[in-house]
T-cell receptor
Framework: EDQVTQSPEALRLQEGESSSLNCSYT??????LFWYRQDPGKGPEFLFTLYSAGEEKEKERLKATLTKKESFLHITAPKPEDSATYLCAVQAMNTDKLIFGTGTRLQVFP | KAGVTQTPRYLIKTRGQQVTLSCSPISGHRSVSWYQQTPGQGLQFLFEYFSETQRNKGNFPGRFSGRQFSNSRSEMNVSTLELGDSALYLCASSTGLGLATNEKLFFGSGTQLSVL
């Protein structure tokens, strides 16, 4: 069964303290892996799509990487405005459905 | 350009009632998908519509249904509400074939449904 697990569930960081969020997945052939950011009271906002192992994408302080079993979202020198829930989702080759993880709630303190 | 609009923003219903939620996609977007978000389960796929046709459906009971109109606006309906249906219902739109082509999704802010 296709599955996505995110860890940790919650993460508290001091401003400037870099860290990584993990997304482990099990799918029968990966079509794509997606990262979204969700602020309280809002819908998720697209960050990245990764398609194959070894691929990396960057946007400001965020960098997403992909292996055959997991993806990492690295946050470098985070700021309080990076506080949000980060969601990972995968799409398998044999289906159009998106399977989401339950997210990592990130809090960055000044 | 206006984003995805969902109405109403909040809704309170009682068990056994039915509810209809509305979603207006970004202008020009033809694919609309719906998701249920709860603290314990995260986002779960309900269904996807493209050009008024349901393309995919998640593992939800038949009480959950939807439709899409010729202007791409979509509605979802939940009949015979249960306490467990309390959740944030999110709608997302995309430009082309949506989930079939790995396109990024643009989400609305959701409708928070509370069933008492």
């Amino acid at each position: 069964e296709d599955q996505v697990t995110q860890s940790p569930e919650a993460l508290r960081l001091q401003e400037g303290e870099s860290s990584s969020l993990n997304c482990s997945y099990t799918v029968s052939g990966l079509r794509g892996l997606f990262w979204y950011r969700q602020d309280p009271g809002k819908g998720p906002e697209f960050l990245f799509t990764l398609y194959s192992a070894g691929e990396e994408k960057e946007k400001e302080r965020l960098k997403a990487t992909l292996t055959k079993k997991e993806s990492f979202l690295h946050i470098t020198a985070p700021k309080p405005e990076d506080s949000a829930t980060y969601l990972c989702a995968v799409q398998a080759m044999n289906t159009d459905k998106l399977i989401f993880g339950t997210g990592t709630r990130l809090q960055v303190f000044p | 350009k206006a984003g995805v609009t969902q109405t109403p923003r909040y809704l309170i219903k009682t068990r056994g009632q039915q509810v209809t939620l509305s979603c207006s996609p970004i202008s020009g977007h033809r694919s609309v998908s719906w998701y249920q978000q709860t603290p314990g389960q995260g986002l779960q796929f309900l269904f996807e519509y493209f050009s008024e046709t349901q393309r995919n459906k998640g593992n939800f009971p038949g009480r959950f249904s939807g439709r899409q109109f010729s202007n791409s606006r979509s509605e979802m309906n939940v009949s015979t509400l249960e306490l467990g249906d309390s959740a944030l219902y999110l709608c997302a739109s995309s430009t082309g074939l949506g989930l079939a082509t790995n396109e990024k999704l643009f989400f609305g802010s959701g409708t928070q449904l509370s069933v008492l």
